[in-house]
């Protein structure tokens, strides 16, 4: 399977845990890009990447959430002292970044704060 | 302060029948619309785009709709098909172009019949 993969697919964690998500993207896609869903919602961007750069992140990534992409090819996700609110789809996309390049999206990691 | 508008949270048709799905966008800057498709616990899937040079974009079954003057588009489906079943969200690039982080609307919940 060529497409988007993310690890792990499902997170169950207690309050005040920190969780760590892992995005590979399709291999030859320089940038990628993180989603949160929540339900009832569309996907609401988080971060995106240009190989190892970050290139911009949304205000709904607060401090405690941290995203690296240090060699430019797979990605992880970081929530520090995890709180009820962070439970959500998590989303990674990729794409070549090219002039109207689709965003290939992988299958998500739910979480769910307790 | 939501751009991107889909105002019906679900849409029942018989199989063999047409979907309408709409969308309405509120920022001038956006010409390029993208729908996906997205199945329970599975990432969304790209479906089909519409650039703002165009009015219309076909794809098999699919076709989109753009009216840039009512700054609004629209997804038929014909003929609609129980595998279509899903939750369809419209997205456009959120600075404009066609690329770059994508703005969702909240989806529509499209239930196709036997």
């Known amino acids: 399977d060529t497409g988007v993969s993310q690890d792990p697919r499902h997170k169950i964690t207690k309050r005040g845990q920190n969780v760590t998500f892992r995005c590979d993207p399709i291999?030859?896609?320089?940038?990628l890009y993180w989603y949160r869903q929540t339900l009832g919602q569309g996907p609401e961007f988080l971060t995106y990447?240009?190989?190892?750069?970050?290139?911009?992140k949304s205000r709904l990534l607060s401090d405690r959430f941290s995203a690296e992409r240090p060699k430019g090819s797979f990605s992880t996700l970081e929530i520090q002292r995890t709180e009820q609110g962070d439970s959500a789809m998590y989303l990674c996309?990729?794409?070549?970044?090219?002039?109207?390049?689709?965003?290939?999206f992988g299958p998500g990691t739910r979480l769910t704060v307790l | 302060d939501q751009q991107v508008k889909q105002n019906s949270p679900s849409l029942s048709v018989q199989e063999g029948r047409i979907s309408i799905l709409n969308c309405d966008y509120t920022?001038?800057?956006?010409?390029?619309f993208l729908w996906y498709k997205k199945y329970p616990a599975e990432g969304p899937t790209f479906l089909i785009s519409?650039?703002?040079?165009?009015d219309k974009n076909e794809d098999g079954r699919f076709t989109v709709f753009l009216n840039k003057s009512a700054k609004h588009l629209s997804l038929h489906i014909v003929p609609s098909q129980p595998g279509d079943s899903a939750v369809y969200f419209c997205?456009?690039?959120?600075?404009?172009?066609?690329?770059?982080?994508?703005?969702f609307g909240k989806g529509t919940k499209l239930s196709v019949k036997p």
């Open positions: 996309a990729s794409n070549k970044g090219g002039s109207t390049d689709t965003q290939y």
């Open positions: 291999s030859e896609h320089n940038r």
């Open positions: 990447f240009q190989n190892e750069a970050q290139l911009e």
């Open positions: 920022n001038s800057m956006f010409d390029y």
């Open positions: 519409i650039s703002s040079i165009k």
């Open positions: 997205a456009a690039p959120r600075w404009g172009g066609s690329q770059g982080n994508l703005i």
